[in-house]
């Protein structure tokens, strides 16, 4: 196994992830014998109070030395101290580590001690984890491992198909953490356009490019003491990748046309529809970046492999609905509805069935609040053949065909923007459509050229 990544292994119910750890200990001075081991990303050491080791010596700086977490192992710096850092008897400004190296702070020596720790994880008890739900044994072994990783600083990679939660999971993880009163910020890397993605995430100084009026803070500062969700990472250009490596290396950033470096505390979270393992291979996303990023990978399963948990998922999107429409209150669902959606594919994930539950709630509000089965007509992925929907006596023709064109609007905006690569100006030139309606459209069925 590659450094800087975890391993991932099943024994029967169990999962056992491997966790790369560091740890020193102090081989001199008042507290010999002590080990400290590092949590995050950073550890810093010096004599003065807030230091992750603080060593009470006179020889010792006040912020001497840090060590940061790298795709490629462990990095000793020098912060400028007054007495230097030693590494094995040599001063260095900055070199990586190796197990058992001898560290010398001022007159204090440590000792470097690596290791990986097994973390066995059985599947949790709970059928959801924050505002994700399931029951499945594929769902509950996430809900156990991030139980047991969500409260610490570890980066977690979340893979999987569009629509599988992995937003909804990333929020989840950020409300069990020790960060959770702080900022949440997402960058969709997918979504901003290429020439300001840097600004986005590292913010600008005015007058650093044409358009630059005034200073702008970017998600890395906005995060500070939170956490920072990278969004469809895969997605980001192959030349802003070793300035976000650098940034996550040493939490710490320039803003575009600025000199200052700005020192930040954020937890990392990123995510993907693409096999980053394959597109590292491809040459398209560096390896280093995909080190650094997959200390955690957890791949959320699509809709598909875990129909058993339908019916809790109809059921907590309903309760949802409900919660935020005081007109919804009595919806319910009728079993041969239910027993359509457990017959669909759901190519689209829980992201399709919620934009299904949502659309046949408005016209179940029309009748007496149960949706039924005329409510639900189902589609085939895009491009597919269309399963055929069934007529419900008990809507007028008015709202059966309703209905069916709310499915055809949706499938039609789905299929142009999939066409076009997500291009939303493209599509709508080719169907002669004004590109705000289309805009909309995407919008209000929930098909977004991200999503493309």
């Not at 950073?42 to 030395?65: F, M, P, W, Y």
């Not at 939660?165 to 950020?174: E, F, S, Y």
Request: charged share 30%; net charge neutral.
């Amino acid at each position: 196994m590659s450094r800087g990544t975890s391993a991932q292994t099943r024994h029967g119910a169990r999962r056992v992830v491997e966790l790369p750890r560091l740890a020193l200990v102090i081989l001199s001075g008042n507290d010999r014998g002590a080990e400290f081991v590092m949590e995050g990303d950073r550890l810093q050491i010096g004599k003065a109070e807030g230091n992750d080791v603080v060593l009470a010596h006179q020889t010792v700086s006040r912020t001497h030395c840090e060590i940061l977490r790298e795709g490629r192992g462990y990095l000793l710096r020098d912060l400028g101290s007054t007495n230097g850092t030693l590494l094995d008897g040599a001063e260095i400004r900055e070199a990586f580590l190796r197990p058992g190296a001898v560290v010398t702070v001022g007159e204090i020596e440590l000792k470097v001690r690596t290791f990986s720790e097994k973390i066995e994880v059985l599947p949790s008890e709970q059928t959801r984890f924050g505002a994700v739900v399931g029951r499945s044994q594929p769902m509950r072994e996430i809900f156990g491992l991030m139980e047991r990783l969500a409260p610490s600083d570890a980066t977690v990679l979340l893979g999987g198909e569009t629509g599988t939660g992995k937003d909804a999971m990333a929020r989840a993880i950020h409300q069990a953490s020790g960060r959770s009163e702080r900022p949440f910020v997402v960058v969709d890397c997918g979504a901003v356009v290429a020439n300001l993605v840097e600004s986005e995430l590292f913010g600008h100084e005015k007058g650093a490019f044409t358009g630059a009026g005034e200073r702008r803070h970017g998600a890395f500062e906005l995060a500070h003491g939170g956490t920072l969700f990278l969004d469809e990472i895969g997605e980001l250009p192959l030349d802003l990748q070793p300035k976000l490596l650098r940034a996550l290396e040493q939490r710490s950033f320039r803003r575009v046309g600025g000199s200052r470096e700005i020192a930040v505390d954020i937890r990392v979270i990123a995510a993907t529809k693409r096999n980053l393992a394959v597109e590292v291979d491809r040459g398209k996303f560096r390896e280093d970046l995909y080190f650094r990023l997959a200390v955690v990978p957890v791949e959320m399963p699509p809709l598909r492999e875990r129909k058993e948990d339908l019916p809790l998922l109809v059921e907590h999107l309903i309760d949802d609905l409900i919660s935020k429409d005081p007109d919804a209150t009595g919806l319910r669902i009728a079993q041969a509805a239910l027993d359509a959606l457990a017959g669909h594919d759901w190519p689209g994930n829980v992201r399709e069935l919620r934009n299904v539950l949502s659309r046949a709630a408005f016209l179940a509000q029309t009748s007496d609040g149960e949706i039924r089965l005329g409510h639900v007509p189902m589609s085939a992925p895009v491009g597919g053949t269309a399963m055929a929907p069934a007529f419900d006596p008990g809507l007028s023709y008015r709202d059966t065909k309703a209905a069916f064109e709310q499915e055809f609007e949706r499938r039609y905006v789905a299929w142009l923007l999939e066409r076009h690569e997500g291009n939303i100006s493209a599509a709508a030139r080719a169907a002669d459509m004004d590109r705000k309606y289309l805009h909309k459209l995407a919008k209000k069925h929930g098909v977004h050229p991200s999503d493309g």
